[in-house]
């Protein structure tokens, strides 16, 4: 039986995806209130074929509870935070569950952490939690580090279909870890050690961040000289060695807007041009928000109160707002004493902000000026609704005459 430590983003799919293949999985949370949600029988986030693979699961006999379970698989799916002030990973999630793991583990059971941690973070922080318990690594329980690699709204086909990386101090470990992903995962599976899988996951996720930060850098410069970026990066793109991604109106969600600071925080000597590129990302709501001032000064409009953000989750079709662009913009500019904008996101059915709709045609109603922070397919199956409107199109997917970036 598997146990899986943790049910939120990352956990609850992979539970689910285990169980839905055969496995016994039992799913740990210490939050009660959605433990209780998910034994009724509701999931907890909306994802593309989630709901699917929960009645697969279940009717496999998945079991959701807040005890950890006595067995010989743990897979710890935990979130890691990073310190705001160091840029450091926070791995006291882990280390806590990794704490309660060891208080009913039998001898000889493997422990997986999924969750993205920063390089060196098992030794410095798991290690010594796992040895002054009086455990001995390698005989009396296992280490692995299997991180975690599906994206957000794509994640079920992901999870059968991505490579996976194993970190493992026993290669005999981390062959019984792959047997048991492969399951499930159709793609290649690579053992290593745990340092290299930590870093491999963070470089991952860094990669992206400098390539998007470049993007919207080169946005920045084509808006200094009036040059339309995406044209440009469209014909780049036609060469065989360029690959140039798209500038947007800031990085969110809980992984490329994180995980590359673990190295600046590690490494701030040497991380140089990950500080920049990350700088650069969180640099972009604000670069929005002059946009929007700009172009309200251009077109004489002066009651800010008919502009609206559509958009609050940090990407496309998907319910998250953890570090949400469209967030970051709104702090922003309370802090400059503005009176907060309109906001609307079929995603998001609770009130989180000030002025927020929760029907797209009463928001259109209100609003003379519209800004596209986020493309759901939502506002792409209604764009012709923004024709008498004045656009700010962050995300290119509206053929109209518009402004962009
Ligand atoms: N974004 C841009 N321009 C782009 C692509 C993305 O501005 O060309 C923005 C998005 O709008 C969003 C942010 O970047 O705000 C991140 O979105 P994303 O779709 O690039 O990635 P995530 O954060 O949803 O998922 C990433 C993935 N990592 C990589 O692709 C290297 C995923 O595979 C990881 O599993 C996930 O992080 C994670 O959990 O670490």
Redesign the pocket.
């Known amino acids: 039986m598997v146990n899986v430590i943790g049910l939120g ?2 956990g609850l799919p992979t539970a689910l995806m285990m169980a839905s293949h055969g496995v016994e999985v039992v799913g740990t949370d210490y939050n009660e209130q959605l433990v209780c949600m998910l034994n009724e029988g509701h999931t907890t986030f909306k994802e593309s074929g989630l709901d699917e693979l929960f009645q697969e699961a279940v009717a496999e006999g998945i079991t959701f509870t807040t005890k950890y379970q006595v067995t010989d698989t743990y897979i710890v799916s935990v979130p890691t935070p990073y310190d705001k002030f160091s840029k450091k990973v926070d791995a006291c999630y882990v280390v806590e569950a990794v704490r309660n793991v060891l208080k009913v583990a039998p001898k000889g059971a493997v422990i997986v952490i999924e969750s ?1 941690v920063s390089p060196g973070t098992i030794d410095k922080f798991v290690r010594p939690v796992i040895e002054d318990t009086g455990f001995t690594i390698g005989t009396d329980v296992h280490l692995v580090h299997a ?7 794509n994640m079920i086909y ?1 999870l059968i279909h ?1 490579n996976r990386t194993i970190g493992a101090d026993d290669r005999a470990v981390g062959e019984r870890v792959k047997g048991f992903y492969g399951s499930f995962c159709q793609g290649e599976i690579v053992i290593t050690d745990i340092r290299t899988a930590e870093m491999t ?1 963070v470089v ?2 860094t ?3 400098v ?2 930060a470049f ?2 850098e080169l946005a920045k410069i084509c808006r200094h000289d009036n040059m339309d970026v995406y044209e440009i990066i469209q014909i780049c793109n036609m060469h065989p060695r360029v690959n140039i ?13 994180v ?1 590359p600071w673990f190295l600046v925080g590690d490494y701030p000597s040497l991380a140089k041009v990950i500080d920049e590129s990350m700088k650069t ?1 969180d640099g ?1 709501p604000d670069f929005v928000l002059n946009r929007i001032y700009e172009i309200m000064r251009k077109e004489g409009l002066k009651d800010i109160s008919r502009v609206g953000l559509y958009g609050l989750t ?3 079709n ?1 319910d ?1 707002m953890r ?3 469209t967030l970051q913009l709104l702090e922003s500019q309370k802090k400059h004493l503005g009176t907060p904008l309109n906001v609307y996101d079929p995603y998001i059915t609770d009130d989180v902000v000030e002025n927020q709709y929760h029907d797209l045609n009463d928001f259109l109603e209100n609003i003379d000026f519209v800004v596209i922070m ?1 493309g759901h397919d939502e506002i792409k199956r209604n764009l012709k609704e923004l024709n008498d409107k004045i656009v700010l199109d962050t ?1 290119c997917i509206y053929n109209g005459s518009c402004y962009r970036l």
Do not use: F, W
């Not at 991180?147 to 709204?153: C, D, F, L, N, V």
């Not at 947007?248 to 809980?254: A, E, L």
């Open positions: 983003y990352i993205t991180p975690e690699r599906i994206i957000p709204g992901e991505n996951k991952e996720n990669y992206r961040a390539n998007i993007a919207n991604l798209q500038p947007g109106p800031g990085v969110g969600g809980h992984c490329i807007s995980d990302n972009m940090y990407k496309e998907v998250d570090e949400s662009p986020v995300r």
